[in-house]
């Protein structure tokens, strides 16, 4: 069973930077995406960047696009997501997931239990 396991929350200032780490578990397969999302108070959650596992082809939504930057350690099966330069409007609690087929919102069918990110001074 694949389990996901997202760490590296907290507060930060705006400017500030943050690195989030989501650790996977149970991952025996080389396709699929794994992505980050978020949801903020009263805000649909979505989804702003992802990788692929198989070649490593990143996406982003263009919110954080510049900004952020999504990697992937094979070895510990871990990804990082990068925040620089944050932002107020990127508080939210941040979830990374796993997708075995497309990149809808629908396709990734295993999820962490999120961490919460706080951008304020």
């Known amino acids: 069973q694949v389990q996901l396991v997202e760490s590296g929350g907290g507060l930060v200032q705006p400017g500030g930077s943050l690195r989030l780490a989501c650790a996977a578990s149970g991952l025996t397969v080389n396709y699929g995406h794994i992505g980050w999302f978020r949801e903020a108070p009263g805000k649909e959650r979505e989804g702003i960047s992802g990788i692929s596992i198989s070649d490593g082809t990143t996406y982003y939504t263009d919110s954080v696009k510049g900004r952020f930057t999504i990697s992937r350690d094979g070895a510990k099966n871990t990804v990082y997501l990068q925040m620089n330069n944050v932002k107020p409007e990127d508080t939210a609690v941040y979830y990374c997931?796993?997708?075995?087929?497309?990149?809808?919102?629908?396709?990734?069918?295993?999820w962490g239990q999120g961490t919460q990110v706080t951008v304020s001074s």
């Open positions: 997931a796993i997708s075995f087929g497309g990149l809808t919102l629908d396709d990734f069918g295993f």
